[in-house]
């Protein structure tokens, strides 16, 4: 959807400081919290009065490889008891099905999408030490929450992006983070990891 925004006042994400481990001029962390999960301007993009202009996304520096993280901060602890995050699926990319070779032929059509994130890990620091709270490898889904089995107080929480599905570095659309479960709606779109 292009259209709704991230204003939820229960994102913890939102009040964080963002900082990566490296990123692009035009793809800086703090394009997470953009509240918009997709690009949506130039020639592939949306009709110019539905455009909002930036990348909406963190893209890392491919010359530094993977992997690649990105950190959330806080000024004072906050409990976190689900993170979701939307990684960048290549929406540019027309995907459909069609009898024309000629037309499949420019699809990554049946695959993961190249910039998809495939492995990545999320922790917490609890005195002093990382907790991985969640990992993931094979991932080839647009959006993940992960639920996490015991609260977690933490003022840091840190992404890792260990492998994409070919691209050569980290892209990440938004990062959410809920004390717990999400709310109302969201509760049916959710994929458990």
Request: glycine share 8%; net charge negative.
């Amino acid at each position: 959807m292009i259209d709704p925004q991230n204003e939820d006042p229960r994102d913890l994400a939102r009040s964080a400081t963002v900082s990566a481990s490296s990123e692009q001029p035009e793809g800086a962390a703090v394009n997470v919290l953009s509240g918009q999960t997709r690009a949506t301007h130039g020639p592939k993009g949306v009709a110019p009065k539905r455009m909002r202009s930036g990348v909406h996304r963190w893209m890392s520096d491919p010359a530094q490889g993977l992997p690649a993280s990105l950190e959330l901060t806080w000024e004072q602890a906050v409990n976190v008891g689900e993170v979701q995050l939307i990684f960048d699926t290549g929406l540019h990319r027309v995907l459909t099905l069609s009898m024309s070779g000629g037309y499949t032929n420019v699809m990554q059509w049946g695959q993961p999408q190249e910039e998809t994130v495939a492995a990545y890990k999320i922790e917490a620091e609890c005195d002093g030490a990382w907790q991985t709270i969640a990992e993931v490898e094979d991932n080839y889904l647009r959006r993940r929450c992960h639920t996490v089995d015991k609260v977690v107080s933490t003022d840091r929480l840190r992404l890792t992006v260990l492998a994409t599905h070919g691209q050569d570095h980290a892209r990440v659309c938004e990062i959410r983070v809920y004390p717990e479960a999400a709310p109302g709606f969201l509760q049916s779109a959710r994929i458990e990891a």
